[in-house]
Antibody, heavy 115, light 112 residues
Framework: QVQLVESGGGVVQPGRPLTLSCAASGFTFSRHAMQWVRQAPGKGLEWVALISYDGTNDYYTDSVKGRFTISRDNSKNTLDLRMTSLRVEDTAIYYC????????WGQGTLVTVSS | DVVVTQSPLSLPVTLGQPASISCRSSQSLVYSDGNTYLHWFQQRPGQSPRRLIYKVSNRDSGVPDRFSGSGSGTDFTLKISRVEAEDVGVYYCMQGTHWPRAFGQGTRLEIK
């Protein structure tokens, strides 16, 4: 069965960088687009970024453009989210999500941006 | 950007009764390939979201048939024919047609 396991969350100061990772298993990773979706504490879901199956195309929500970079390693079945210039408003649980249609979700990793 | 609006935001329902959630988008969600990329998700308390319905009306594997989706263009509906206790949680629609992707605000379903 599909497994998506996020890691890398933690407490980080505003302006600092952080990289999240997602280890995928149970499906042919290299054949599927992947996404990141986040959820601020007590709030709704917010789409963050998507990368195509082969990594040639990526898309971002406006608030993270130029600060976040989504990438993947199909040889290792991993998805990353490199986050720079972090802001307090980036505080959220970050979910790794499979496919354009968001058919499978990980358990999420919490990022807290605080001084 | 496309704005996705759900209503109601809170939905108290008696066990065994039906429930309906509306999702409206500011632009048509029909893609150039003819498909409509409107999906529904359920998030139970303390859990990750789970997809229930994809492309308007297709139930995911394992989703009870009391859940159904309908609609077209800009207006969509998720219906639960008879609410059960395990249906408590927040329901989201998401448009996957336009960039950036967007979720509705969420509808919190609770048992009366």
């Amino acid at each position: 069965q599909v497994q998506l396991v996020e890691s890398g969350g933690g407490v980080v100061q505003p302006g600092r960088p952080l990289t999240l990772s997602c280890a995928a298993s149970g499906f042919t990773f290299s054949r599927h687009a992947m996404q990141w979706v986040r959820q601020a504490p007590g709030k709704g879901l917010e789409w963050v970024a998507l990368i195509s199956y082969d990594g040639t195309n990526d898309y971002y929500t406006d608030s993270v453009k130029g600060r976040f970079t989504i990438s993947r390693d199909n040889s290792k079945n991993t998805l990353d989210l490199r986050m720079t210039s972090l802001r307090v408003e980036d505080t959220a649980i970050y979910y790794c999500v499979k496919e354009w249609g968001a058919d499978s979700w990980g358990q999420g990793t919490l990022v807290t941006v605080s001084s | 950007d496309v704005v996705v609006t759900q209503s109601p935001l809170s939905l108290p329902v008696t066990l065994g009764q039906p429930a309906s959630i509306s999702c409206r988008s500011s632009q048509s969600l029909v893609y150039s390939d003819g498909n409509t990329y409107l999906h529904w998700f359920q998030q139970r308390p303390g859990q990750s979201p789970r997809r229930l319905i994809y492309k308007v009306s297709n139930r995911d594997s394992g989703v009870p048939d009391r859940f159904s989706g309908s609609g077209s263009g800009t207006d969509f509906t998720l219906k639960i024919s008879r609410v059960e206790a395990e249906d408590v949680g927040v329901y989201y629609c998401m448009q996957g047609t336009h960039w950036p992707r967007a979720f509705g605000q969420g509808t919190r379903l609770e048992i009366k």
